[in-house]
């Protein structure tokens, strides 16, 4: 058989090897016989050329496992031109040793792996290196307009763009590298694999930026070896901090000298004054309060955790200050950090959908929260919800306490594990309490937060569970009726 000459692009599209792959080992054709070759490569004037198809009818099945054929999609990113040969042997391996991606210790394997290392790695310095300058808008939009120029080692771009996108979509921006580029217009991210041509580009931020770092920069913690691994000499060019990186470690010792010669001086002359109102704000939070509105004063001081700190506000409780049915959420969600009133995003619109269908009323119950500070991780311009820990709880339980002696309810709804845990500790499991009404003084039902419907996949469990959360409510209102004629 006469060696075949497959001629593939420099890129990471993974479906042309595929393709070609594929169709030659369906036909048996082993890899010492097949030569993959880079497009634009130079060739001699007898060498074969390129072979666009394999000729003859399929003589086997080709099957590849998950593990395998992501290690090939891996691979087809890295830049060496070997890797459509490697990939080909892996695979035709594969179908004799159909788990031969989980062998390690495999030459070709490990090879493969080296060079999933280096393309995740090179992704990961995309992320942390690429900067932006802005430019003009174009003509009509108002919508802030930003280049960079980033020189990737592998074909990283179509799967760093994702990235980008959810990290800057508040503008429009375009990235150009030698191996293509990614841009992105407010709805859709649109790659393209031609090479392009370093720009000169600038804008006015650049001084600050270097008045940022400079400022940031600590000479008495300078790691020079630490500091050349994390970020390489050659991405140097095109950062704008690197122009002072060679002044500032000239400059290192002689600063250190001088920050270790300057003694301490005394405090600012507000510290007392902050100190006084510390300690003062401490013992208000220490003393049994005997109102709502002494209460609310307290809480829009409350520094006891750290979420304070991030939170727009607090969102104390809403309500009757005499109420028969007070309701206890996890912490306020996004809509109510911002708003201050607590169930009023869309968790609290399922929660209103439920009161209504049971026939209860909003207005009759008092509303609150286990934590009432919003803790969230920021990711792009959204805030997501997380968690509180077991200090934030441990932290705001005065605050329910204290709320819950001053309400004096009847009966106390928590809604999901958090509130359940903040009023009954952690020995109660929601599982085995939900949707029953313990007696006692006062009276218990825990179930779901709403906001459990709302992330629920599966569209089948997602109804379940809401026909649950719905009857839980019924049986509140059944259990108000009896209430009242007893």
Partial sequence: ??????????????????????????????????????????????????????????????????????????????????????????????????????????PDVARARRMMHQVRRDYHKMTAFVRFREQEPEEGKTRRRFLSWFEPEHHVLESVAPFFAGRFADMDWLILTPRGSIGWDGTKTVYSPEPCVKPDIHDDLEALWHTYYASTFNPARIKTKAMRSEMPRKYWKNLPETDLIPELLAGAEARVAEMAAREAGPAPMFHERLQARQKAQAAIQGDALDSMGTLLSSLRRCTRCPLHCNATQVVPGAGPERAEIMVIGEQPGDQEDLRGVPFVGPAGQVFDQALSEAGLLRGEMYLTNAVKHFKFLTKGRRRIHQTPDAQEIEACKDWLHQEVALVRPKLIITLGATALRAMEGGGVRLATVRDTIRPGVPARLATVHPAYLLRLPDEARALEERKRFFAAFETVRQWKELAVRE
């Fill in 1 to 106: 058989m006469n060696t075949l000459v497959f001629e593939l692009e420099d890129t990471g599209r993974f479906e042309v090897w595929r393709d070609l792959a594929r169709s030659a080992l369906q036909r048996d054709i082993p890899p010492e016989k097949i030569e993959w070759r880079l497009r634009g490569k130079e060739v001699g004037l007898f060498d074969a050329l390129p072979a666009m198809q394999v000729d003859g009818p399929p003589i086997r099945e080709v099957l590849l496992r998950a593990s395998c054929v992501d290690l090939l999609r891996g691979i087809m990113r890295h830049s060496d031109p070997g890797r459509f040969a490697l990939a080909y042997r892996i695979a035709w391996r594969a179908q004799s040793l159909p788990a031969i991606a989980g062998l390690t210790t495999d």
